[in-house]
């Protein structure tokens, strides 16, 4: 139970933080990309056609999100089971924002929807069946202990990861990114650690 334990709340507070440091800055990405595009070459940041290319981006992004609880749903009675639907969500997650910031790099603006749009879908599968996962691996006793302070590290971890990313932007826009595929194959790897899967078992 320990290490379940352990693990849970290690995925939930680098999972928060790597989709954070990706997802509140979205808007700044895809503005920094817009301005790349050799169609933008006559703007300045903040334009209106920049704007434009920003909402639309941003909106195909969170469109492409609505499918993944649905099939996060249907994934988690597959043989994948919970553990390996999370698992595989979070790496191809990691792989959609390595795409992105080669994006952000040749200023391929089709590269830039698919790669946002993946992230979108795999991300929204992957919360969706680590939610489903963690109250079913701990005991009703000590269930709402355990996913609280889950929930509460995740919270904490969103809170301080617009505050590295502001940092890491100073750099260069794909420092984040590649800092958020960093966390993300972590908890890949910690949730291929879990000991227990729960997919037919009573909780």
Request: proline residues 4%; positive net charge.
């Amino acid at each position: 139970l320990l290490r379940t334990t352990v693990l849970i709340w290690l995925i939930w507070g680098i999972v928060a933080m790597g989709f954070t440091m990706f997802n509140v800055f979205l808007p700044k990405l895809l503005e920094a990309n817009s301005g790349k595009r050799p169609e933008a070459s006559e703007t300045t940041p903040g334009s209106h056609t920049i704007q434009i290319h920003v909402y639309r981006d941003s909106l195909i992004y969170a469109v492409s999100g609505v499918p993944g609880s649905i099939i996060g749903a249907w994934l988690v009675g597959t043989r994948l089971g919970r553990i390996y639907s999370m698992a595989l969500s979070t790496f191809i997650s990691g792989l959609a924002l390595v795409a992105f910031a080669m994006a952000a790099k040749s200023s391929n603006s089709a590269l830039t929807i698919v790669s946002s749009s993946v992230f979108g879908l795999m991300s929204t599968l992957m919360f969706a069946v680590i939610y489903a996962y963690t109250p079913e691996v701990f005991h009703p006793s000590v269930r709402g202990t355990a996913c609280g302070t889950a929930s509460a590290l995740g919270r904490v971890a969103g809170i301080i990861a617009p505050l590295i990313t502001g940092l890491l932007l100073e750099i260069s826009t794909t420092v984040p990114l590649y800092v958020s595929v960093g966390l993300l194959w972590i908890a890949g790897g910690c949730m291929l650690a879990l000991p227990i899967e729960t997919r037919d078992v009573a909780s």
